[in-house]
């Protein structure tokens, strides 16, 4: 499950929304209700803590990161029970992007953990992991690494489609800021590179399941399929600004058309395409629109926008399904919030809500139709299908409860949150406070383009554009002292046997077959019969021997591969982490 305690141990509830901004926008008059002084007080005094709290659980500064490398997001100082000291791809992502968006709208001491960040996705994306490595671009998928910018080889919910896409809109929000400030003298050699292997991963392979955000569900995923649109349409537009060019991007149309297939009539079914069981409806669904929200968009629905019909309804729905859930809703009536949980079988929406005013206002008028008709009787019972302008009476009320709505669910984090600002893993975690209160205050992130998205295509197909993929520049002040050597074998082999690479070096067991590194199968298939594993912190510099050979069934018959001794130097200089394929001699 997706668990980044960086907020404190979230992880099953809001932790996505994460998408603060870029612009600042009009700022409207809110009701006395969405104007109290004890919320804006609270909001006013919680607002430095949770970001300290985000800065708190980053390597190289973070008090609560010891031992994380720079840049590294950790999802929390746990390391046991639970244990969640590692880093995500997609929860770092969206993290550095409410970080990157802060930075924009005035906070400048925030750059030096921005391009932190940014040294550190390029080298994680060269790491070799137990979902592929960057050969292929199949290591993109990977969902979680050590803190050392290792890989996690332990079992997990693999791969996950969605930290590329989300990695390339933070990616670009920060390189657009660059050049327009002209400081983007290294956005095309160092972070244009990054973004392209990211873009090259959606476009290859955005049409495989994977699991989704909570890492529990494989099959397709509307939050994976809407970020990941949005990443390519974004990406498209960047290359041109740079003079790029990204065939992946191409693909954007297919993504779109698919998108639509998450649409239940009443609801998104935020999984389809998997063997859960579950009812479809997720917060999932909502946190998709809050991370593809335009501002400069209208209520559309092919992209699910916060004010679309759609994505009101479906609002609804979901909030709904936790009303009679759980006793800490008892007796909250339809229009306020409630405790809301990924799911109708779980347990915590502002954001959606705030997103979606700020759609109204800008329009200057509100649509309500036979889809959206019973989301705006919660707020008014009386109301009826029609477009009511900005001068109606009707707007003016509805609008207002709308944001008497959202704030409410801000006054449900005041009301549990202890005196010390902390956030309990039942509420909304750090980074997304922020987002949700930027949005209340009218703070926007940039537009991505959503405008400029023509209607989806009349017959969906499930293409690919296979992309090539290069490691990007690495800065580094000193060679490194220890690289992580992944090995890569391929060598078919009948179930119950292993394969090993010994060698004259300790890591490798000194020739010693009971000592040597064991090599995993997760990749292993009839077409490619790989096995891999990695040696960390060898020497750079260090030359040795080697050779692979492989256990029986009964794990004691050893049986190496033909040929010489191989030989091996660790490479020195900045990477950490590189890979040695070779093919089984016979």
């Known amino acids: 499950m997706l668990y980044f305690a ?39 005094s919680e607002r430095p803590i949770a970001l300290q709290r985000v800065l708190d659980n980053i390597g190289g500064i973070g008090a609560k990161a010891v031992g994380a490398d720079p840049g590294i997001v950790i999802a929390s100082p746990s390391k046991l029970n639970p244990d969640y000291f590692y880093t995500w791809t ?73 930290g590329p896409a989300l990695r390339v809109t933070a990616l670009i929000a920060y390189s657009r800021w660059l050049l327009a400030n002209g400081a983007g003298s290294n956005v095309s050699s160092k972070i244009w590179p990054i ?18 955000l909570w890492e529990e569900i494989k099959g397709s995923s509307f939050f994976t399929t809407a970020v990941q649109h949005r990443a390519l349409v974004e990406g498209q537009t960047f290359a041109k600004q740079i003079g790029k060019s990204c065939e992946a991007c191409k693909q954007a149309p297919q993504l779109l058309c698919f998108l639509q297939s998450f649409w239940h009539g009443q609801y998104v079914t935020s999984n389809i395409n998997d ?10 669904s909502i946190l998709g629109s809050i991370h593809t929200f335009d501002p400069d968009a209208a209520c559309d629905d092919f992209t ?46 502002a954001e959606q809500l705030y997103d979606a005013l700020y759609q109204i206002r800008r ?8 889809t959206t008709l019973a989301f705006f009787r919660d707020l008014d019972p009386y109301i009826a299908t029609g477009t009511y302008s900005a001068s109606s009476n009707v707007y003016y009320n509805i609008t207002s409860a709308i944001q008497n709505y959202a704030d409410s669910y801000v006054s449900v984090v005041r009301r549990y949150i202890p005196p010390d600002g902390s956030l309990s893993e039942q509420l909304s975690p750090y980074a997304s406070f922020l987002t949700a209160v930027a949005r209340r205050s009218s703070i926007v992130p940039a537009s991505w383009g959503a405008s400029t998205v023509s209607t989806p295509p009349a ?57 040597g590194l064991e090599l995993h199968a997760y990749r292993y ?15 750079a510099g260090e030359a040795f021997n080697y050779k692979y050979y492989k256990t029986g069934t009964d794990r004691v018959t050893v049986t190496y591969e033909g040929g010489k001794n191989r030989k091996y130097v660790v490479p020195e200089g900045c990477s950490r982490n590189v890979v040695q394929s070779d093919t089984w001699q016979q």
């Not at 901004?21 to 004890?38: E, I, Q």
């Not at 001491?109 to 040294?119: D, G, T």
């Open 525 to 539: 298939t009839s077409s490619d019969p790989l096995w891999s594993g990695t040696a960390g912190s060898l020497p």
């Open 459 to 515: 017959t969906c197909s499930a293409t690919s554009a296979p992309g090539s993929y290069t490691p990007a520049p690495v800065d580094c002040t000193s060679n490194v002292s220890t690289v992580a050597v992944t090995f890569n074998v391929r060598e078919p082999t009948i179930y119950g046997e292993t394969v090993f690479v010994s060698g004259d070096i300790s890591t490798l067991g000194n020739w010693n077959t009971g000592k």
């Open 363 to 370: 329009a200057g008028f509100l649509v309500v139709d036979s």
């Open 195 to 212: 973004i392209l292997n990211d873009l090259n991963y959606v476009g290859q392979y955005w049409n495989q399941t994977s699991f989704d």
């Open 90 to 162: 997609r929860d770092s992502a969206l993290t550095v992007k409410m970080l990157i968006d802060t930075f924009i709208a005035g906070d400048a001491s925030l750059r030096p953990q921005i391009e932190e960040y940014v040294a550190a996705q390029a080298i994680l994306q060269t790491v070799a992991n137990p979902s592929g490595d960057l050969t292929d671009g199949s290591g993109l998928g990977e969902p979680k690494f050590e803190v050392n910018s290792t890989a996690f080889t332990g079992p997990w919910g693999r791969p996950q489609h969605d």
């Open 304 to 349: 699910f926008q916060p004010c679309s019909s759609r994505a009101l309804a479906n609002h609804k729905a979901v909030i709904d399904s936790f009303r009679s859930a759980y006793n800490i809703n008892s007796g909250i009536p339809e229009g306020l919030a409630v405790a809301v949980g990924r799911y109708a079988e779980d347990v915590y929406f």
């Open 6 to 44: 960086l907020f404190v141990g979230l992880g099953s509830i809001i932790t996505y929304w994460t998408q603060i901004s870029l612009a600042v926008g009009p700022t409207w008059h809110h009701s006395a209700k969405g104007s109290s002084s004890d919320l804006d007080n609270f909001i006013t």
């Open 275 to 284: 063997q859960s069981g579950r009812n479809g409806k997720d917060a999932n």
